[in-house]
């Protein structure tokens, strides 16, 4: 499986990003989707994930209101709508897929994932 991540860039804070993820290679509908991000020093960062059939998601703490998953199973693509940017939200961004074996909230952890795609930085100037 391949996953290629888009749409990162630099957006003042309080503006708003719009990131892409395709997937190619895999039987998208059964993997779980989720997004992290990454700062120099850091460990990869839970954002948020979807389930398979899209109807269920979850969401870390500090995007909760601002953020919002989305998947579309037939062009094989997930999104993640950020809004109200805020500094501390620049990082680069990953989508990753895992087989969805278990409830979607098992999957925080992104040494759970199967696939990564290759990342999109995304900077929020103050």
């Known amino acids: 499986g391949q996953l290629v991540e888009s749409g990162g860039g630099l957006v003042q804070a309080g503006g708003s990003l719009r990131l892409s993820c395709a997937a190619s290679?895999?039987?998208?509908?059964?993997?779980?989707m989720g997004w992290f991000r990454q700062v120099p020093g850091n460990e990869r960062e839970f954002v948020t994930i979807?389930?398979?059939?899209?109807?269920?998601?979850y969401y870390g703490d500090s995007v909760k209101a601002r953020f919002t998953i989305s998947r579309d199973n037939a062009k094989n693509t997930v999104y993640l709508q950020m809004n109200n940017l805020k500094p501390e939200d620049t990082a680069v961004y990953y989508c990753?897929?895992?087989?969805?074996?278990?409830?979607?909230?098992?999957?925080?952890?992104?040494?759970?994932?199967?696939?990564w795609g290759q990342g999109t930085q995304v900077t929020v100037s103050s």
């Open positions: 979807i389930s398979g059939d899209g109807t269920t998601t």
């Open positions: 290679g895999l039987t998208f509908s059964s993997y779980v």
């Open positions: 990753g897929a895992v087989l969805e074996l278990y409830n979607t909230d098992y999957y925080r952890r992104a040494n759970q994932y199967d696939y």
